[in-house]
């Protein structure tokens, strides 16, 4: 069942009818695969539509007026709805003023390439289990500098892949193997 071209380009064509310009996305498996920096795109552009196929997608000649096709992973879904929605919250918590702080979007996994570091909260202890000294000592720099290797230090444990595929600065490029040998002498 492929969706046919009429009602779609109807559709698009009256969503988009008063924008200036408006970037119309397809949400499918044969889309470049949505990431942090596509999102990062989006976020900038004034008008986004985003076209939900069905079943077995939507008509090629749909396909090939779209500006874009995105995919949100290898993996077949029944529809675009659920995709669209992940772009949608992606996207907007990157808009100016959709959070509490400009800073909350720019400090999380993907913003500069790493997972994010381990998060905590009060209490300082709960069930014998304590959150690390430092974050209690009330130094910003030492607390920073702790964020940052221990962000390091999950990229490489969970998904090394993120860090092979940057360009690493000199300073990053010691820091990562600092990171690496610490790693390396735990688990000997």
Not at 115 to 131: C, F, I, N, S
Not at 132 to 146: A, K, S, T
Not at 150 to 166: H, S, V
Request: proline share 5%.
């Amino acid at each position: 069942m492929v969706m046919k071209p009429e009602p779609l380009f109807r559709s698009v064509e009256a969503v988009t009818a008063g924008a200036q310009e408006a970037k119309t996305v397809l949400l499918s498996p044969q889309g470049r695969l949505f990431d942090q920096r596509i999102a990062e795109e989006f976020a900038r552009e004034d008008c986004i539509v985003l076209v939900c196929g069905r079943y077995e997608g939507v008509d090629e000649r749909v396909v090939e007026h779209l500006s874009d096709e995105v995919s949100i992973g290898d993996y077949v879904l029944s529809g675009g709805e659920i995709p669209a929605m992940v772009v949608i919250d992606a996207v907007t918590r990157l808009i100016p003023g959709a959070l509490g702080s400009d800073q909350s979007a720019a400090r999380e996994s993907f913003s500069d390439g790493l997972l994010d570091h381990p998060q905590y909260t009060r209490p300082p202890e709960y069930r014998g289990m304590k959150a690390p000294d430092v974050l209690q000592g009330g130094n910003h720099l030492e607390i920073e500098r702790w964020r940052r290797r221990k962000a390091i230090e999950k990229t490489l444990r969970r998904r090394p892949d993120l860090i092979e595929g940057r360009a690493l600065s000199g300073d990053e490029r010691r820091e990562i193997e600092e990171v690496m040998k610490e790693i390396g002498n735990k688990t000997d």
